[in-house]
């Protein structure tokens, strides 16, 4: 027997595999497809063709303020993330602090959290300490849930790294800075570019905290996309859906592109 | 002119004294070779000096400045590390320009050095590639020109060879000799391999356990060991436990298990001291005269061919059995197993050390 055959799966494991990836991925393209109907309501397969939903939400300043406020929260919480998460990574990893273990058990606790209980838990406290329904409150909230994602990816990068790089660096003349600058950081940099867009995407999809948090007249995109469909379903929202797809497609993309995304996921 | 120097160094890690106090001078333009086991503290002492550990006591002097506080990047030293560690994203050239760069060397100035340095170690068309691109031996030239092209006041080894196969090891013994002394660059090296401290070096420094057991020139490292564990660690030597039978003046006489004594003309222990007897393989003879007297009379019991060199094992009474060598063309190169043997040991070639297990 040839060892192609040995490790080659029978076709029932096949199929089965086949029938998961399909099932994840048709509603993608239902929704898709939606987005195209003429109709005024949600409809499979779509009936006539336009372009007119993408054009309503792209017109529609409740979008238009939510898709902006995405964004500033998604670009704030990433690079906010970037730099606590990097410096705290490179000092638990240097084992410059006692308990580094602790602290990042810590650190990584929102992953495994279930997201309701950080946004219960983070409405109390922001009603206590008066944060509640401001920008910096909803900031520092996806801080909290992005910042995971930027320490593992920045621990995985150092422990790869040969330490004697950074002190070659320091003996040629380097100060501590410049050395981290100039060698570590763009070393460890394809495994930071992935973990700043798994924060990125993290941030821009988030419902269960944001929701918790947010003021009564802001909203974000996918909160406004989860009210929507609760108030009742037109291809706006499939439009909107599938925008959001396209732009998590792009991104991806260029990570694979730029970084080598695959071997960090 | 010393160029660099430790005044009683020593680091601990909680009670535990990784070097001890280590007092020494190394003169302008000298090859100083650090050598002994691994954990022997020699890597401690260098990293001590490029200023990646910090000493727990003891100052360091470049020159006549004291260095103790600065942090590496002030102490204008250059560092071939084991691994190389060169950096992986920046090209040869930029490797090479990257301590002068450092020092604000820029333009026709930085790009006539790197030039140089790369030339130097025989790399002038290499500057483009990236290390990964690169052999070992030519990564290790790299690293070498790296730490050259600042032009440190002291250049550091950290086990540089160790990565390399024999042979290119032997050529990039000879290719750094030659290259230090072209310099007259003073030199720190620290290695676990006799042959390297041995052929590179002006002196040698022997260290075990943190301690410097003897800071001499390769000759006197090899003929007159300051100790058992010097005489233990360098050349190949027998290890026979035994006991010291009586002492006469420096030396006395020892006995290797419960028949044989031998003349030793440098005791440390006093009589009755159980102790391991070192005696280096060719300084066993193989007598061709079998009635010489104070001859050891035994049997070869194994020859191993090793090139230049033949190896026998002989057994003598009482079952101890010494290690003799012998060149692979002379009188004695062909003895077949059982074949009756005479063997004389020198006085001054019989060293003792503290015998294992029975503390030091």
Redesign the interface.
């Given at each position: 027997m040839s060892p192609d055959r040995e490790t080659h799966p029978g076709l029932g494991v096949t199929i089965a595999a086949f029938a998961v990836i399909v099932f994840l991925q048709v509603p993608v393209i239902v929704v898709v497809l939606a987005a195209f109907s003429t109709t005024s309501y949600l409809t499979i397969p779509p009936q006539g063709l336009t372009l007119s939903w993408f054009g309503k939400v792209l017109s529609d300043p409740t979008y238009l303020s939510a898709i902006r406020m995405s964004l500033i929260l998604a670009f704030g919480s990433t690079a906010i993330s970037l730099a606590l998460g990097v410096a705290s990574a490179y000092a638990l990893f240097r084992r410059s602090v006692p308990g580094s273990e602790a602290i990042i058990s810590f650190l990584m606790a929102p992953l495994v959290l279930p997201a309701v209980v950080i946004g219960v838990a983070l409405l109390q406290f922001y009603s206590l300490t008066g944060l509640r329904g401001s920008l910096i409150g909803l900031l520092l909230a996806h801080v909290v849930i992005t910042v995971p994602y930027i320490v593992r990816s920045a621990l995985a990068s150092l422990s790869g790294l040969?330490l004697?790089?950074e002190?070659?660096?320091?003996?040629?003349?380097?100060?501590?800075f410049?050395a981290f600058r100039?060698?570590t950081l763009?070393?460890i940099r394809p495994g930071l570019v992935a973990g700043a867009l798994f924060a990125f995407i993290t941030s821009l999809d988030n419902v269960p905290v944001t929701i918790f948090l947010i003021g009564a007249n802001q909203t974000t995109l996918p909160v406004l996309i989860f009210s929507s469909v609760e108030m009742g379903v037109d291809p706006s929202v499939a439009a909107i859906s599938t925008l959001l797809i396209v732009a998590t497609g792009i991104i991806l993309l260029l990570a694979e592109r730029r970084a080598g995304f695959h071997r960090f996921v | 002119m010393s160029a660099l120097s430790f005044e009683q160094l020593g680091k601990s890690y909680g009670d535990v004294a990784v070097v001890n106090d280590i007092s020494l001078t190394i003169r302008e333009g000298e090859f100083v070779s650090l050598l002994g086991p691994s954990g022997c503290g020699k890597t401690t002492i260098l990293r001590m000096v490029a200023g990646l550990v910090q000493p727990s006591r003891g100052r360091i002097l470049i020159g006549s400045d004291d260095v103790t506080a600065l942090p590496p990047n002030k102490r204008g030293l250059g560092l071939v590390f084991q691994s190389y560690a060169l950096f992986p994203h920046l090209t040869v050239y930029e490797n090479v320009a990257f301590g002068l760069r450092r020092r604000k060397v820029a333009g026709a100035g930085l790009d006539k050095r790197v030039k140089e340095a790369l030339a130097m170690v025989r790399l002038a068309d290499f500057g483009q590639r990236y290390p990964r691109q690169l052999s070992g031996g030519q990564q290790q030239r790299v690293a070498i020109a790296r730490a050259l092209a600042p032009r440190p006041r002291v250049l550091l080894f950290d086990e540089p060879l160790s990565n390399l196969d024999a042979q290119l090891r032997d050529e990039m013994q000879i290719e750094l000799k030659r290259l230090q002394r072209g310099l007259g660059i003073t030199t720190l090296f620290v290695t676990h391999d006799q042959g390297e401290a041995l052929s590179m070096s002006d002196r040698v420094g022997v260290m075990a356990k943190g301690v410097m057991q003897q800071f001499a020139t390769p000759e006197d490292i090899y003929h007159r060991p300051a100790t058992g564990f010097v005489a233990s660690f360098i050349g190949k030597p027998n290890r026979v436990s035994g006991i010291v039978v009586s002492r006469a003046g420096k030396g006395g006489v020892v006995r290797l298990g419960n028949a044989i004594e031998l003349p030793a003309a440098s005791l440390d222990q006093p009589a009755g001291t159980r102790v391991d007897i070192i005696i280096r393989q060719e300084a066993v003879r193989l007598l061709s005269d079998r009635s010489e007297p104070g001859g050891l009379q035994g049997t070869i019991a194994l020859r191993s061919f090793s090139g230049s060199r033949v190896q026998y094992v002989v057994r003598l009474a009482g079952g101890v059995e010494l290690v003799a060598e012998t060149a692979s063309h002379g009188p004695n190169a062909a003895l077949a197993p059982e074949t009756p043997v005479v063997l004389s040991v020198d006085a001054d070639s019989v060293f003792t050390m503290p015998s294992e297990g029975a503390g030091a």
């Open positions: 040969d004697a790089v002190e070659a660096a320091r003996v040629l003349g380097a100060t501590g410049e100039l060698v763009p070393l | -």
